[in-house]
């Protein structure tokens, strides 16, 4: 700001005038850059970047960091309140763990057989011995630290706390072994809230919401507190009270697993799934209890009471007179019949309640969230009113999303996980892996994995499966994968129990007579059977 020749003059002489003077004009400057509030849309949207209205939306181009940091305690304590209050929320993240976790994500070893040097059968052979070994460890809920869930379950609970808070952690302690449970490897899952800067800390260049960065902005260690800041107890040490836990142990081994989505460059931190609309959801909400209140208000105000001189004691005053009087107030009801004074007459209300707008409206707001979140509104509100092929359509774009999620679950806890497990099998002599530890090529043949979870569903399942059939049947597709998306069960798995089935069928004459004009079956080495005969 440019001093005039009086402002100059008045600065020499009595500066703390001048100091004054200038701060009222920067206010009045402010003042007068205000967007006209009669100006009309119209006028604002056609002035473009210099119009008034843009003036009150100036964001700055900030790193991810002080984006995100500064509003993610107010977000995550929003974002959970939502998820335990809303049902649009609720409902929004409950599908997101029925659609991609469901019963578990299962593990299907993939190991490498042309660098391992392995036949089909040798696979099979080792595949089912580790199989079984995890599921050992897997199925029970000694591998976690608490003793509560087991590992499939687990993988429900690091998906709700990321879609609630953002991101959470996943320590991975030695716990010990017992006579039902021969693996030390534990799962300790912790909310985002326990990872912070130590007491309280403000960020640095190289430490930011709890996470040590080291060279190239890679996570080296995070600060653990020892409990939830937001359940402090006294006497139990500081609030912030904590220590670092390195990610990666000095052997190399797996020690802190941090599990969000990285949404921008240089991002340190998770944002909750409902972040962008948190907002949105709580007018909704607030907007739904106000709708049921003057409906249940609504349902007990009936009449009014009309009288010849107008000016009768009020009927519901609670005064001590006229009909006000104790013993003699008249109260709302459901279906009550009220007897009046001579001369008085009863006028019905019509408060217009429900309101029938309020469907239309919601549903509106509800598409815009679905938007957001990344689920059809039919899939969000549950409801499939449309056509056959609108539904499947919605069906079809949903699970593009989930098995996003499900892809990006698998490699953050299940993949790192059974990376860690496996290692400590090998270690222990349980699975045989001949050269894990001398070649990193040979680690990663053993490691190789698939984590398939439950199927899309259907809703023609006749034509589902002959598409798959066919698909087999053309080499285009293994039985495998097929039974993995259609039912969601390992093919080999069921295969025992299908073979004793077709055994059984066969030997008492009971197999399926072959469709008309059907060819018959060849059952030889190169003509394997088709779908139909297993």
């Known amino acids: 700001m440019q001093l005039n020749k009086l402002e100059r003059a008045i600065a020499a002489a009595l500066p703390s005038w001048a100091v004054s003077r200038a701060k009222a004009r920067v206010q009045i400057d402010a003042l007068q850059q205000l967007p006209d509030m009669t100006a009309s849309s119209q006028d604002a ?95 029970s809920t000694e591998c976690d630290i608490e003793q509560t869930l087991n590992f499939y379950q687990q993988q429900a609970l690091v998906l709700r706390a990321v879609l609630e808070s953002g991101d959470c952690f996943t320590i991975l302690p030695d716990g010990k072994p017992t006579a039902t449970q021969p693996y030390a490897l534990r799962i300790q899952v912790l909310e985002a809230d326990r990872i912070g800067n130590p007491a309280g800390q403000v960020d640095t260049a190289s430490m930011a919401g709890g996470v040590r960065l080291g060279e190239g902005g890679a996570p080296e260690a ?99 007179a006229g009909a006000g009087a104790p013993g003699n107030e008249i109260g709302l009801g459901q279906g009550a019949v009220v007897g009046l004074a001579p001369g008085e007459k009863a006028t019905s209300v019509n408060p217009g309640r429900p309101n029938p707008n309020f469907g239309p409206f919601i549903e509106s707001v509800i598409t815009q969230i679905g938007m957001a979140l990344s689920l059809p509104r039919e899939l969000l509100i549950k409801q499939f009113n449309s056509s056959y092929s609108a539904s499947k359509a919605a069906l079809l774009d949903a699970w593009v999303y989930f098995r996003s999620v499900r892809t990006w679950l698998a490699l953050s806890f299940c993949q790192p996980i059974f990376e860690t497990w496996l290692t400590e099998a090998v270690a222990r002599g349980r699975v045989p892996a001949v050269g894990f530890f001398a070649d990193p090529l040979l680690r990663w043949a053993y490691t190789r994995a698939a984590w398939p979870g439950d199927s899309i569903g259907s809703i023609n399942p006749k034509d589902e499966v002959a598409a798959y059939s066919a698909a087999i049947d053309a080499r285009l597709m293994s039985r495998e994968r097929a039974e993995w998306e259609l039912w969601g069960s390992d093919w080999n798995d069921t295969y025992a129990q299908k073979y004793s089935e077709h055994q059984r069928l066969r030997d008492d004459g009971m197999l399926p007579a072959p469709k008309a004009g059907a060819a018959a079956p060849v059952t030889t080495p190169s003509n394997p059977p088709t779908t139909e005969e297993t």
Request: glycine share 10%; with cysteine.
């Open 222 to 320: 995070f600060h653990v507190y020892d409990q939830h800041p937001g359940g402090y107890l006294p006497g139990s040490g500081g609030m912030y009270a904590g220590r670092w836990v390195d990610r990666v142990g000095s052997s190399g081994r797996r020690r802190v697993l941090h599990h969000f989505r990285k949404l921008r460059p240089g991002l340190p931190r998770g944002l909750p799934y409902l972040a962008p609309i948190i907002d949105c959801i709580k007018q909704i909400s607030r907007y739904t209890e106000a709708e049921i209140m003057a409906a249940v208000i609504t349902a007990y105000l009936t009449v009014f009471i009309e009288t010849p001189s107008g000016n009768a004691a009020p009927v519901f005053d609670g005064t001590t």
């Open 45 to 139: 949207t056609a002035s473009g970047s210099s119009s008034s209205a843009r003036r009150w939306w100036n964001p700055m181009p900030r790193d991810a960091r002080t984006d995100t940091l500064r509003f993610l305690p107010s977000q995550r304590g929003a974002s959970r309140d939502l998820a335990r209050t809303s049902p649009i929320a609720v409902g929004a993240i409950n599908t997101n763990i029925d659609r991609v976790v469901g019963t578990g994500l299962a593990l299907s070893a993939q190991p490498a057989l042309k660098v391992l040097g392995w036949t089909p059968e040798q696979a099979l052979e080792w595949k089912a011995h580790v199989h079984n070994e995890f599921s050992l460890w897997a199925d």
